[in-house]
């Protein structure tokens, strides 16, 4: 049997070095032993300042249109570059931990913020069910529950859906992404929100128009106060 045992060990580190586990960021060099990206990645994921500055990109973003507590993003997106890719494994190619990983990473940044007060509420900005469906699940939600379990404040996607399925944004100007996304969403259960502190988040803030509908809609059925909380922004 002990025989047995050392033959399926060897077996098992052949196939380790055959097929090592990928970081899931590049896809090119073996994880490091504790986490989903290999040392490299991890050393040059692009971090924001986010937590410690008042006046951020994300805070830029939204100046006007909604008022926020406090907004931030974990990293900054950039065309092709890493961030785009992590993005793109969590969203299409059926990577939920990244989102767990992400939401790990933002609650410890959030806690050490002086920025940031502890929210009510985490709710994912949704997206609709034919989607959710399609995907297995909702990377903003993925990304809220473990954020969430974190900071030890309940996640809640049931209070904010998405009901109606927007054609693609691809292509649209400023504007006309805004007209697009503000019918879609509906708050369902107004008392669970009612003077309370909302923490929104979301994969990826790009021109900010999902993200401002979502808050706006939460703050018109009576939100106390709101934040937003993203993995990535892209710079203004
Ligand atoms: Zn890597």
């Not at 896809?27 to 924001?48: A, E, N, Y």
């Not at 509420?121 to 995907?135: A, E, G, Q, Y």
């Not at 008392?191 to 401002?212: F, M």
């Amino acid at each position: 049997m002990l025989i047995l045992k050392k033959i399926g060990n060897v077996f098992e580190l052949i196939f380790k070095v055959l097929f090592p586990d990928l970081c899931l960021a590049c896809s090119m060099r073996p994880k490091s032993k504790t986490t989903i990206f290999c040392s490299h990645c991890l050393t040059s994921l692009p971090l924001t300042d986010h937590f410690e500055v008042k006046m951020n990109t994300v805070k830029m973003h939204l100046a006007g249109r909604v008022p926020l507590h406090h907004g931030a993003a974990l990293l900054t997106f950039r065309k092709e570059g890493i961030v785009q890719h992590i993005l793109h494994q969590l969203k299409y190619k059926n990577r939920p931990v990244i989102g767990k990983v992400m939401g790990k990473m933002a609650a410890s940044k959030l806690e050490q913020s002086v920025l940031f007060e502890k929210p009510d509420i985490v709710i994912p900005v949704p997206i609709h069910p034919n989607k959710i469906k399609k995907r297995g699940y909702n990377q903003s939600t993925v990304f809220g529950h473990s954020l969430g379990k974190a900071i030890h404040v309940p996640c809640d996607d049931t209070i904010l859906i998405k009901i109606i399925e927007n054609p693609s944004q691809t292509g649209k100007s400023r504007t006309e992404r805004v007209d697009n996304v503000a019918g879609g969403f509906k708050v369902v259960r107004t008392s669970a929100i009612l003077n309370k502190h909302i923490l929104v988040v979301d994969d990826v803030i790009t021109t900010g128009a999902t993200i401002e509908a979502c808050c706006n809609i939460l703050l018109d059925a009576g939100a106390g106060k709101i934040s937003v909380l993203c993995i990535a922004a892209a710079e203004s």
